[in-house]
């Protein structure tokens, strides 16, 4: 199993999270590209980091929204959309070259990752993107996305996610981050829940009934009250039950 984070999603002098203490916990590191946070200094650290800790980095891309932090869909062309996502992979390509690794995976953040889930075309719009980029690279998302399916069909490796701390529809979409209860901050209960993702056992949807989902990765995320302990909690949890961390993408 691989636990995944969003990283590097400070801007200037405004810091989100602790990236450092949370790449001694995660197998892979979703990197900010500059797009919905994130900078050029910040970059060059966290590639740094992630390259010596053996972490694998992802490049996290998002619609060009700093003020929103990529959490409002926009309504871009595709082909500026693939021209965006393929800017933002070369660019953490270089921080990563620099630090001695190189970018493994591609994750869309925050609204993109949710419209992507139903909009056929900007999913095939991202989907150019990594093809044109390296069809060698693997992309992660939600189960039953457009994004993935669009993605198999291109050729290129999907990799199932599931998040650790928010609440899920009985479809198995997530709920929206603007109804209460979406986004979980009990560390024990996050770490269950994690449990029983990772060894094929359901969890509790938000209208209480059970949900069985089969990821490849849990994201862990870094922005919310407490991340790194919930972190820990989840990887002592997982690694207590028998479960192998590592990361998905070599």
Do not use: S
């Given at each position: 199993m691989d636990l995944n984070s969003d990283l590097g999603e400070g801007?200037?002098?405004?810091?989100?999270?602790d990236d450092e203490a949370l790449l001694d916990v995660v197998t892979s590191a979703n990197v900010a590209c500059g797009f919905h946070a994130s900078d050029p200094s910040i970059m060059y650290r966290v590639c740094a980091r992630a390259a010596?800790?053996?972490?694998?980095?992802?490049?996290q891309v998002g619609y060009r929204d700093l003020a929103g932090f990529g959490r409002r869909f926009i309504d871009v062309e595709p082909d500026e959309l693939t021209a965006d996502v393929l800017y933002?992979?070369?660019?953490?390509?270089?921080?990563?070259?620099?630090?001695?690794s190189r970018v493994r995976y591609v994750k869309p953040?925050?609204?993109?990752?949710?419209?992507?889930?139903?909009?056929?075309?900007?999913?095939?719009?991202v989907v150019r993107a990594v093809v044109e980029y390296d069809r060698e690279l693997p992309v992660l998302g939600l189960p039953g996305s457009a994004w993935l399916r669009l993605a198999d069909e291109a050729g290129l490796t999907t990799v199932a996610e599931a998040f650790a701390d928010r609440e899920y529809t009985p479809e198995g979409t997530l709920v929206s981050r603007r109804l209460p209860g979406a986004v979980l901050?009990?560390?024990?209960?996050?770490?269950?829940?994690?449990?029983?993702?990772?060894?094929g056992e359901p969890v509790t949807d938000v209208e209480g009934g059970l949900l069985r989902l089969a990821p490849d990765s849990i994201c862990v995320h870094g922005d919310t009250p407490g991340a790194v302990a919930i972190a820990r909690q989840v990887r002592e949890a997982l690694t207590a039950a028998g479960v192998s961390l590592a990361p998905f993408a070599a």
């Open positions: 801007f200037g002098q405004w810091r989100l999270g010596e800790t053996g972490v694998a980095i992802g490049a933002q992979i070369g660019a953490l390509e270089a921080f990563a070259k620099v630090a001695g953040h925050g609204a993109l990752y949710n419209t992507i889930v139903t909009h056929e075309e900007q999913a095939a719009a901050h009990d560390p024990g209960e996050i770490a269950r829940r994690c449990v029983a993702m990772a060894t």
